[in-house]
């Protein structure tokens, strides 16, 4: 039975590294597996508002990891943490390490960061384009100007996001043709279309209907298979459905709890877990 993050089973005054090793085991013997990234006392402020507290947890490599706990408890600012995206905002910094492929990500270079973690968010948001240049902005970025090889680069991402179907007749259709649910999956597909290791989702069904989410989950799910999912969501169910573990943190950013979703759903450690996933506050 998982009860706590890892960190608490391990001898604090032990080197970084027999640190990391624990934690490496730790995973494996929870979630019979690889970690894809480790995140070691994360604290992070705007300005001066601490609003993540030594934030330490394994993500798994395989499956979906949801990441959930009442509004405002800081899921988003740990999603947007993973590839920096926070660095928009004035005053926002981490401080902590978070191990990706061998470095501390805090201090890599967020330009190719971000093309290894890709990001989904709340709100559809297509650029003013067709939908084939959508997919096709990332590889263009990196350069790639071979027709064809964008061609079915497109068609394999659209594929991948389940929306290749709908769309392969109206390429070049506004992406703002789409509806909602359409433009959600677009943008999944151009997060796809520079093949990240990791695809961060960020509450992707808050502003679709129950069909338009179902397709998303699905579409999650089968992400899965072939690279990393870790989606933000307050939705019990649907984390009930989607993610194979989940970290719950608690109003003041602290990591309450974190394990396979199955074992933390039915039998939580943590009292104040057990309130939240009843429903008794968030
Ligand atoms: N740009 C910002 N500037 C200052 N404070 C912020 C900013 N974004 C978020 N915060 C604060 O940081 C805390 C965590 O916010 P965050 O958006 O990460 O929470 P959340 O769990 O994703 O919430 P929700 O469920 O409502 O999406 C909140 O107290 C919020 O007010
Ligand atoms: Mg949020």
């Known amino acids: 039975m998982v009860k706590r993050p890892e960190h608490r089973e391990i001898d604090a005054t032990a080197g970084r590294d027999a640190q990391v090793d624990a934690t490496r085991a730790w995973v494996k013997r929870t979630f019979y597996g690889e970690t894809i990234i480790e995140i070691w006392d994360l604290d992070f402020f705007y300005g001066r508002n601490r609003v993540l507290h030594d934030v330490s947890l394994g993500i798994p490599k395989d499956g979906v990891t949801a990441i959930m706990g009442p509004s405002g408890c800081g899921k988003s600012t740990l999603l947007r943490t993973l590839n920096r995206m926070y660095e928009v905002v004035p005053g926002a910094r981490a401080t902590g390490e978070v191990i990706f492929e061998g470095e501390n990500?805090?201090?890599?270079?967020?330009?190719?960061?971000?093309?290894?973690?890709?990001?989904?968010?709340?709100?559809?948001?297509?650029?003013?384009?067709?939908?084939?240049?959508?997919?096709?902005?990332?590889?263009?970025?990196?350069?790639?100007?071979?027709?064809?090889?964008?061609?079915?680069?497109?068609?394999?991402?659209?594929?991948?996001?389940?929306?290749?179907?709908?769309?392969?007749?109206?390429?070049?259709?506004?992406?703002?043709?789409?509806?909602?649910?359409?433009?959600?999956?677009?943008?999944?597909?151009?997060?796809?279309?520079?093949?990240?290791?990791?695809?961060?989702?960020?509450?992707?069904?808050?502003?679709?209907?129950?069909?338009?989410?179902?397709?998303?989950?699905?579409?999650?799910?089968?992400?899965?298979?072939?690279?990393?999912?870790?989606?933000?969501?307050?939705?019990?169910?649907?984390?009930?459905?989607v993610s194979d573990n989940v970290a719950v943190l608690l109003a003041d950013g602290e990591l309450a709890e974190f394990g396979p979703t199955r074992s933390i759903f039915e039998s939580p450690q943590d009292e104040r877990v057990a309130d939240y996933l009843c429903g008794r506050f968030g």
């Open 105 to 241: 990500l805090l201090k890599s270079d967020p330009v190719i960061l971000r093309h290894k973690i890709g990001m989904v968010f709340q709100r559809p948001n297509p650029f003013p384009k067709s939908i084939f240049d959508n997919v096709a902005y990332g590889p263009r970025i990196h350069g790639l100007r071979n027709r064809r090889k964008l061609a079915d680069l497109v068609e394999d991402a659209l594929h991948r996001a389940a929306l290749w179907d709908e769309v392969k007749d109206r390429l070049k259709d506004s992406a703002f043709s789409l509806s909602g649910g359409q433009q959600q999956r677009l943008c999944i597909a151009r997060a796809l279309a520079v093949r990240p290791r990791i695809l961060l989702m960020d509450e992707p069904c808050s502003a679709l209907d129950p069909k338009a989410s179902d397709r998303i989950e699905h579409t999650a799910r089968e992400l899965a298979e072939e690279l990393t999912v870790i989606i933000v969501t307050h939705n019990l169910q649907q984390a009930g459905r």
